[in-house]
């Protein structure tokens, strides 16, 4: 079992730019992991994410702005946001999967507030 800890939300003006971080108890690489958010009133979406295959991909809205990345060493998975708008507003999740048995780890959460 891993835990997992979100940190570096806030709140920023639209066009700027955040990196979240999420902080694992253990190794990540026996993982998928990746970036989930949920707005106000809506369902947990996948924002950006490896493959087991360690490719990246990414929900259409956020294609060209955001950036997953990994540090095995420091247990750490990023994901930096550029050029934020309101619509990217929400609790940001950090996710990580055993794919054999579709386990599913999750940590509490960082709030993103995009407004001026």
């Known amino acids: 079992q891993v835990q997992l800890v979100e940190s570096g939300g806030g709140l920023v003006q639209p066009g700027g730019s955040l990196r979240l971080s999420c902080a694992a108890s253990?190794?990540?690489?026996?993982?998928?992991m990746g970036w989930y958010r949920q707005a106000p009133g809506k369902q947990r979406e996948l924002v950006a994410g490896?493959?087991?295959?360690?490719?990246?991909h990414y929900a259409e809205s956020v294609e060209g702005r955001f950036t997953i990345s990994k540090d095995n060493a420091k247990k750490t998975v990023y994901l930096q946001m550029n050029t934020l708008k309101p619509e990217d507003t929400g609790v940001y999740y950090c996710?990580?999967?055993?794919?054999?048995?579709?386990?599913?780890?999750w940590g509490k959460g960082t709030l993103v507030t995009v407004s001026s």
């Open positions: 996710n990580a999967r055993v794919v054999a048995t579709a386990t599913n780890y």
């Open positions: 253990g190794s990540i690489s026996r993982y998928v």
């Open positions: 490896f493959s087991s295959g360690g490719n990246t």
